[in-house]
């Protein structure tokens, strides 16, 4: 038995043949490198002519237990031997492992990734940045003039100043209330024609109470009276 390594350059060789010095002149020395597997198709595993010659060399790349068939022929007649070579796994390398396909893919990845971190880490920076500084460009007025803007507001809209809403904003039709309290102004659609009417005179009094004074409204109610 012969205990290779896989992938290791094994020679064989057929030097203990013996026959007459013609017929060992004239001999042939056909190799099955694995009789386990039929190459030429025939349908007969053990008679593959993998390689022709009375030393050889040969590459297991597949590691097992390997039989081995040699077939020599004097032209007369033949005869064949079998040996087993047992193929060892092949120790594990960082080479091996670096030229096998999974350790080029992941080499690939390494690669790629060292490329693309620093345009991660700047995309990541400007993202930050982007949180705490100020959103948009304007004046201080505009931000006040702004009715929405609010720097801090998840709402991207928010986040800038507009000049719509602003101009939105100011074209507002201004209610006039003329000094009056905000509690004596009524809707006048929810408001019915006599309590307009009611409303009326409380305006004409509250008007008449403006102008006179306390003791003139005694004189008059009295007189009233």
């Not at 001999?27 to 349908?43: A, E």
């Not at 100020?134 to 003039?145: L, W």
């Not at 019915?192 to 009417?197: A, E, F, M, R």
Request: glycine residues 6%; hydrophobic residues 35%.
């Amino acid at each position: 038995d012969y205990n290779p390594i896989s992938g290791d350059l094994v020679i064989l060789t057929g030097n203990g043949t013996t026959d007459s010095l013609y017929d060992m002149e004239n001999m042939i020395y056909s190799w099955d490198m694995d009789i386990s597997k039929d190459s030429d198709g025939d349908g007969d595993k053990t008679n593959d002519e993998d390689i022709l010659g009375k030393i050889v060399e040969w590459q297991f790349n597949n590691a097992g237990s390997i039989v081995v068939q040699l077939t020599v022929d004097d032209g007369d007649t033949t005869d064949s031997m079998r040996i087993t070579i047992q193929v060892e796994e092949k120790p594990f390398t960082i080479t091996s492992f670096i030229m096998s396909p999974i350790g080029i893919l992941i080499v690939i990845v390494l690669i790629l990734s060292i490329v693309a971190a620093p345009v991660i880490m700047k995309k990541r920076k400007e993202t930050e940045h982007d949180e705490y500084r100020v959103p948009s460009k304007g004046s201080i007025d505009d931000a006040f003039d702004d009715p929405d803007y609010d720097p801090f507001s998840e709402d991207r809209k928010k986040q800038k100043i507009s000049k719509k809403r602003i101009k939105e904003e100011q074209n507002k039709p201004v209610i006039k209330n003329n000094g009056l309290d905000k509690d004596l102004l009524l809707d006048h659609e929810k408001v019915s024609d006599n309590q307009l009417g009611d409303i009326d005179l409380e305006d004409k009094n509250l008007a008449v109470n403006e102008v006179l004074s306390a003791s003139e409204i005694e004189e008059l109610i009295g007189e009233e009276e």
